[in-house]
């Protein structure tokens, strides 16, 4: 039937409704240009390290700027396939919401099970993509687990990032921030100010463990309270966003971050984690800061034998088994998030 044609599929998915996912929708958002029509995709990145013009004697002619700053690269992607299956077994149960005397036939059924399942695969990657972007952002690289023994790292920096980043160490430390004496003002403005300027507007983010820290100490308290904020105040661009909180603007030592909160939640590889590590903080740019590029996907389709490849974000297939009476659905992406620069934003461990 043609309502199963991948291509059908793809057109329903697009234009269903889906939660968005804060990290990957603010930070890592998808471009037309974004979405590759080959397996692998092209990440390129400009630091001209914020130069100045040379002085010349007049007339005397140019001097050179070197192009230093640009690399590129081509990666192949994440692979995800999740998949559903349906049986007649299935489709002969009454549904959630039928009643004992309703007459839905299996056929009809069907159809629900198919919008159903085509939702549940799609919140389920775009659980991943948020996972991976906040893995990312926390440590500079994200590792898929493909089986218990086997996994792929995706690491964009090596020690360069590292020296970017801020790991207190040892619990004695009183930088930590509920230790006594400690400054998590101070601690956030030296982290905006060691941004460049020429990557504009700042958001910080906040691990579910912080906000607390930060809602009671007394000189953040003193500093909302000067910026007559208010509190329960929830800002426009973050409603749509399950797990954020708005906190408010604040001006730390001459730099305006929006702070957020973040603590949604995900089971990945059969554990609970959250998507932004609850013990850590990042400032980072508001816009510009990176992307989620998309390979294309190649497979065989049922109806014709023949491959076919894709260029979308989730691109679904049905495949159906006659001799067994059941039916797969299953839904493919090929994600890579990654930033653009090496040095646009500064990540805190502030809890041991």
Known sequence: MEIYSTNNLIEVVRKAPA?????????????PRDIFKTKKVYIERADDGNLAAPFVIPYS???????????GEDLTPAFLNPARDMSIDQLEKKGIGETLY?????????????????????????????????????????????????????????????????????SSNPEYWDGEGTSIYGQISDMANDIDAEYGDLDLVLGAKLVK????????????????????????????????????SVNFSGKTLNMYSYNAKAKVNGTEVSYFDPKYAAVMPRNGFGATKFGSITQMEQEDNKFHT???????????????????????SAPLPHPYALDSWRVLKALA
């Open 61 to 71: 002619g140019s001097k050179l700027m070197e192009r230093t700053g640009y690399t």
């Open 310 to 332: 894709y260029t979308a974000e989730l691109v679904p297939r049905v495949l159906a088994d006659p001799h067994s009476d059941t039916r797969r659905i299953e839904m493919k």
């Open 213 to 248: 820290l930060v809602m009671t100490d007394p000189e953040m308290v003193k500093m909302l309270d000067a910026a007559n904020l208010n509190i329960g105040q929830i800002s426009p661009d973050a409603v749509s966003f399950p797990g954020v909180g708005y906190i408010g």
């Open 102 to 170: 309703d007459e839905t036939t299996p056929e009809e059924r069907e159809q629900n099970y198919l919008a159903d399942d085509l939702v549940y695969l799609q919140n389920a990657i775009q659980r991943s993509w948020e996972w991976m972007c906040g893995q990312i952002i926390c440590n500079g690289f994200v590792d898929c687990a493909i089986s218990d023994n086997e996994k792929v790292r995706f690491q964009y920096f090596g020690d360069s990032f590292g020296n970017k980043m801020t790991f207190l160490d040892g």
């Open 19 to 31: 939660p968005g996912t804060f990290l990957r929708t603010r930070f890592f958002p998808t471009a």
